[in-house]
């Protein structure tokens, strides 16, 4: 019987020597999926830097405590409407800035305990509180019940997919946790669509004033809010889904091809 002079270890220990080895020295091993890297996501900088401007212009006004600073008018049966306006937004503000870090790829998979930490402060400290005083502001819009019905039904989705989308970590069901934050990620980033759909329907509204509108304004205000609270989310939304399913049958195809 000969016995090797150098034996290589086998089992559960080696493997896990291995895994470690390979997150210390950042290279990935023959065969395995390779690791996101930061450059190969070309998108991350100019979400951020967008984020980044859209915060630093919606949110000086609501620092400032002063009411007439207020970019939304207070209906006249809410007085509490610009402090939870306000609230809404620092707390909105939160949100954005944090889940640009969350879907980061490269992030997730180099800082895992930042990524968990981060997106308890995305859940609790943002989209949560945001979104219950939406709730409250999408109710007192001085916009019109069409606008108000999308606002409400906007905050009752995003709380739903986000809180969805804990549970599924909780649970460590990471594969619903990340479908379920794909969706909250798209609402939370669409009052940036809300936003440029609202400048483009006044662009192409305004010039109607005399003629579709009677003249009205409040009529033509309404209007181009409605259409943009609507589209600002609706398709931000579809979008994320279409992208979900995309990437679902693309890996479905790659299971199919390596077991043929």
Not at 21 to 30: F, K, N
Not at 92 to 117: D, E, N, V, Y
Not at 204 to 210: G, I, K
Request: glycine share 6%.
């Amino acid at each position: 019987m000969t016995i090797p002079t150098n034996p290589t270890p086998t089992g559960p220990l080696t493997s896990h020597r291995a895994a470690s080895h390979r997150a210390t020295s950042g290279r990935d091993a023959p065969g395995s999926s390779p690791r996101p890297r930061w450059w190969r996501r070309p998108w991350v900088a100019p979400l951020m830097v967008v984020a980044a401007a859209f915060v630093a212009f919606s949110l000086p006004p609501y620092l400032s405590l002063d009411p007439a600073q207020s970019r939304v008018p207070a209906p006249d049966f809410f007085p509490p409407h610009f402090a939870v306006l306000s609230l809404h937004v620092v707390f909105g503000s939160i949100a954005m800035i944090t889940c640009c870090l969350q879907i980061w790829p490269w992030f997730r998979a180099r800082h895992p305990r930042a990524h968990r930490r981060i997106g308890r402060v995305y859940v609790f400290a943002g989209c949560l509180p945001s979104g219950l005083l939406g709730l409250t502001v999408g109710v007192a819009t001085p916009w019109g019940p069409v606008t108000m019905v999308s606002n409400v039904l906007l905050a009752l989705l995003w709380l739903g997919c986000t809180l969805a989308g804990w549970r599924m970590a909780r649970q460590r069901r990471f594969v619903d946790h990340r479908r379920w934050m794909v969706r909250s990620f798209a609402l939370t980033m669409s009052i940036v669509t809300n936003r440029i759909y609202g400048v483009l329907f006044g662009i192409l509204l305004f010039p109607q004033l005399d003629t579709t509108f009677n003249g009205d304004e409040t009529q033509l205000m309404q209007t181009i809010a409605a259409l943009s609270a609507w589209l600002g989310w609706v398709l931000p939304l579809l979008v994320a889904e279409w992208w979900l399913e995309r990437t679902d049958a693309a890996k479905r195809r790659a299971r199919t091809h390596r077991t043929t």
